[in-house]
């Protein structure tokens, strides 16, 4: 899809987007789909280096190869009692909020139906 500036809409749903930066030079990484070879690839890309913002060096990087590399990381994270009960009420915080936020959604498109 297009904007009427011509600038291209796009929509990558993924549930690590925007979540994610570059590890050399702090910009954040993006998804995007190659295609090619029977096929479509999703991969990131670092949009420092990309708009030239940065003299980044990071090249394109498969998604499965990030979320290893994510992975990987957390695989060195230790979580103590006090850490495990702060993440544990944060998530149920978020899914609260998000629970909420489809609720009043729901609402609204009921009464929309309803007139």
Not at 33 to 41: F, H
Not at 94 to 106: F, I, K, P, T
Request: overall charge positive.
């Amino acid at each position: 899809a297009s904007k009427a500036n011509g600038e291209k809409q796009r929509t990558h749903h993924h549930y690590l987007k925007g979540t994610i930066w570059c590890g050399h030079c702090g910009s954040r990484l993006v998804i995007a789909y190659a295609k090619g070879r029977g096929g479509t690839y999703p991969y990131y890309f670092c949009v420092g280096r990309q708009q030239k913002r940065t003299t980044c060096m990071l090249t394109y990087r498969p998604l499965d190869w990030v979320e290893q590399q994510i992975e990987n990381q957390y695989d060195t994270v230790n979580l103590f009692a006090e850490g495990i009960e702060k993440t544990g009420a944060a998530i149920i915080e978020e899914l609260s909020s998000q629970h909420n936020l489809l609720r009043d959604e729901r609402e609204r498109m009921t009464s929309c139906f309803e007139r």
